[in-house]
Each structure stands twice: as C-alpha cells, then as structure tokens.
C-alpha cells in the first residue's frame, strides 16, 4: 500500500513548483498565513471564529496599487487524498470577509478543482 505524501510534502514537492512556474514566486503574489486570533476587518477587527488557516493566498498586482489584492485561496490535501476533499473548508475562507476573493482551489498535487463564487459553479477534478 503507497501512503503518498502528506500535506505538507505535498505541498513542498508537487504544489509549490507548480504555483512558482505560474508565476507565483514572488511573496507578495503568493502568501502563506499563520492563524492569528483576529481578522483585520474594520477598524478594530473581531475576533476569529474557529481555528484553521488557508494553504495559499493568490494575489495580483492591479495597476499602481500599493499591494496586490487577493483573488483566490488554495487549500492542499495530502497526496492520496480526494482533491476535491478540502474545497468546503477553501469555501469557507473566500466565504469569510477576510480576503473577499472570488476563487477557491482544492488540490492533492496531481488533480485539483475550483469554485467560482461569482457562477457560484463548481468544477473538477482536473489534472494539474
């Protein structure tokens, strides 16, 4: 029986190469968050409800704006796992007014699928 690769391997050795060929190789396009006990909304912010953290935040420079702006979450799964397995929870991060993104990807490293939260469509798996 092969286990495969855990999550973080996995995403050391089959999503990290993939992102930075995208061009994702720079930290303020692509951005890994530690939890942290409160989201910057709003002026004071609130306090976080649940654990957890999203896997990667993408992020596109939009003209001469002084940070880029996030657009989608990806959240990985161990290598063996269902890729679409951890798409509810990704769902629930761009769901969250802490990044207002508009796209979700979950991934095993070798299939991944997305949600659209403007079509509010699913699609996937697809091969990477």
């Known amino acids: 029986m092969n286990i495969g690769m855990n999550e973080e391997e996995t995403k050391y050795n089959l999503i990290d190469p993939v992102l930075r060929a995208k061009g994702y190789d720079d930290p303020q396009r692509i951005k890994r968050e530690t939890p942290t006990p409160v989201e910057p909304i709003g002026p004071k912010g ?7 953290r999203t896997d990667y935040l993408l992020c596109v420079q939009v003209g001469d704006m002084p940070k880029p702006l996030p657009v989608g979450v990806i959240e990985a799964k161990r290598e063996n796992a269902d890729p679409l397995k951890g798409m509810q929870q990704a769902r629930g991060y761009a769901d969250c007014r802490r990044f207002e993104v508009k796209y979700v ?12 939260l403007f079509t509010n469509l699913q699609r ?3 091969l990477k």
Not at 46 to 52: D, E, S
Not at 105 to 116: I, L, V
């Open 105 to 116: 990807f979950s991934t095993n490293g070798h299939f991944y699928g997305e949600f659209d």
């Open 124 to 126: 996937g798996p697809f």
């Open 46 to 52: 609130r306090r976080r409800k649940g654990g957890g």
